[in-house]
């Protein structure tokens, strides 16, 4: 959906007419002509192959289609913040931006760089302000070039939703969820929900971007992942975001098959006789072992080899006498290969984990669905 750049003002005319009950104030609304409008209006209703209002003497009385389109429309247009972008500005301005370059846009889009150029310089003259700027041979957005981004892009997942949520009325079978998954729910958690959820919904498309909390939760913000899946957050670093506890996970010490520690009668006191392999300091797990160490009565040790990737750690932890802290879902074939083993923590370790998502995020058919599936899927499991 949303293959070519969207008319926005088509959009704009739908929404003020449902809004308005009639052509004349609709049109007075979003400074057309009347027949103006009406040609926006049937446009918009030929390429959804829907009709979106019923005329009559008394007005135009919207149907399902409209009213289900008619919220997304506002949303978008508040997003997008002025009636001058057409959606051919913002198509490029995205790509641009996501892109780093126009040359690299171009390749994404097949569109001319030169045309690239000149809608972005249109849409920059349009809304009165700079929005990117050249650092040597790249070029990156300025403060308003980064708010724009963030609004254009809420506005397109807005269409999006809306024209998927129209062709789920015509009965057509389709649609796409984008998940952003922190390693630990990659482990087992999404793999159940997914085959949950395509039981019931074989035609809908799952798209899982991988990565860590500050790697998703921008795209998260910015309307290109749905949900982003993982370790719940505290702070001022999501307080933007909804977040909805799942389950409750418990880490445990993971080590080599036949490591000395398991030997030893103890363990609190040979944990820091080796060495450790943890994710970088602002995540949780490397607070909850901080946290273990305190508790402890013993301080954290320098941490020569910082690393989030459970293969790499894998590796690792088989090549010497290193230690890690780890959900035993995320190694659950090694473990059971009988090449990793585990040992409870001296103090347990407890990490909430859960959905984060925009708030007033509100999600289609499909994507409720999916995040039911993600319910079910953690309900009574642990670890």
């Known amino acids: 959906m949303l293959e070519r750049p969207p008319n926005i003002r088509h959009f704009a005319a739908l929404a003020a007419t449902v809004r308005h009950g009639s052509l004349s104030r609709g049109a007075r609304a979003v400074n057309l002509s009347q027949p103006a409008l009406t040609q926006a209006i049937s446009g918009l209703e030929t390429s959804l192959g829907v009709s979106l209002f019923e005329r009559g003497p008394t007005g135009m009385t919207p149907t399902e289609p409209a009213l289900l389109l008619a919220p997304r429309a506002e949303a978008a247009i508040i997003y997008v913040g002025s009636p001058r972008v057409t959606g051919t ?21 097949g569109v001319s760089s030169a045309s690239l150029h000149r809608a972005v310089a249109d849409l920059g003259v349009a809304l009165g302000q700079r929005l990117l700027e050249r650092r040597g041979r790249s070029l990156l957005l300025t403060q308003a070039g ?31 969820v984008v998940v952003g998954a922190m390693p630990l729910s990659r482990a087992r958690w999404l793999p159940e929900a997914i085959s949950r959820f395509v039981v019931s919904n074989p035609g809908v498309d799952i798209a899982v971007h991988e990565g860590s909390h500050a790697e998703l939760a921008g795209p998260l ?29 418990r880490p445990m010490l993971i080590m080599r098959a036949g490591h000395p520690l398991l030997a030893e009668q103890d363990t609190t ?42 293969i790499m750690i894998r590796q690792l932890l088989l090549a010497g006498d ?40 509100r999600p289609t058919p499909i994507q409720a669905a999916f995040v039911q599936a993600l319910r079910e899927s953690g309900k009574g499991f642990t670890g």
Do not use: N
């Open 322 to 361: 290193a230690l890690t802290l780890l959900s035993p879902d995320q190694v659950a074939v090694e473990l059971k290969a009988g090449i990793l083993a585990a040992m409870p923590t001296p103090v347990p370790v407890v990490r909430t984990i859960g959905i984060s998502s925009r708030f007033g995020w």
């Open 89 to 109: 500005q913002v198509r490029a301005f995205l790509a641009v931006a996501r892109a780093g370059s126009y040359s690299a846009a171009a390749e994404k889009t």
């Open 146 to 176: 980064e708010r724009r981004a963030r609004g254009f892009s809420l506005a397109m997942s807005e269409l999006r939703a809306g024209l998927a949520e129209v062709a789920a009325l015509q009965g057509k079978t389709g649609g796409r």
């Open 269 to 310: 006191a040979g944990l820091l006789s080796y060495p450790w392999l943890l994710p970088g300091r602002e995540t949780p797990l490397r607070r909850y072992w901080e946290a273990m160490l305190h508790a402890l009565g013993r301080d954290a040790p320098h941490i020569g080899i910082e690393c989030g990737s459970v």
């Open 221 to 249: 913000r910015d309307g290109e992942i749905d949900l982003l899946l993982g370790a719940l957050r505290d702070g001022s670093e999501v307080e933007d975001l909804a977040q909805e506890a799942v389950f409750e996970d």
